[in-house]
């Protein structure tokens, strides 16, 4: 949702399908919008192909993805580091590096987390009504940082999202 709506905020429409990817180019602003449609613990065989085809460097990715272990509507971004756990995360580390920069956006835990399935069914569930009051403006604030890192630095991205309260 981040991502597409990075797009919209970029007056960008031209998505194609290709390489397991949607995916955008902007030629002007040199810019790759890419939304793996694999599965999500395969998310680093597209970005691989799709970062090697256009010679993009690790440090130039940027990830966007759902974060457990922050609380709903929480977003942080930082210039490194490991997975945490995320499938995701993990399958985009072994297939490049672990050096690129993130955001994190929060969608808090289950009630329940015996089970990995609880887990899997709570990423997977529709928001709540209170959640959904919220969403707009927590999936504005991840694309407005990103567009931040990209135009202009990821210091003040992070100073940016880091900072900011969603309430």
């Known amino acids: 949702m981040a991502v597409d709506r990075l ?8 998505w194609k399908t290709k ?16 939304e793996p449609q694999t599965y999500m613990n395969n998310s680093g065989a597209p970005l691989r192909i799709i970062a090697s085809w256009y010679r993009t460097p690790p440090e130039s ?4 993805y759902d974060e457990m272990d922050l609380p709903f509507g929480t977003i942080r971004m930082r210039p490194f580091g490991g997975h945490g756990g995320h499938n995701g995360m993990r399958s985009i580390i072994s297939t490049m ?3 690129f920069p993130r955001i994190r956006i929060g969608v808090g835990r289950p009630a329940r987390q015996a ?3 609880g887990a899997i069914d709570h990423v997977l569930a529709p928001f709540t009504q209170q959640e959904l009051k919220q969403l ?3 999936i504005d604030a991840a694309a407005q940082a990103a567009q931040i ?14 900072n900011l309260k969603i309430a």
């Open 61 to 64: 990715v940027l990830a966007i």
């Open 115 to 117: 089970q990995d399935e």
């Open 136 to 138: 707009p403006d927590v």
């Open 19 to 34: 390489d397991g990817a949607r995916q955008l180019y902007d030629a002007q602003r040199r810019l790759v919008l890419v």
């Open 149 to 162: 890192w990209f135009e202009d630095s990821l210091e003040a991205a992070m100073q940016f999202v880091n």
């Open 7 to 14: 797009a919209e905020r970029l007056s960008l429409d031209s």
């Open 97 to 99: 590096t672990d050096r």
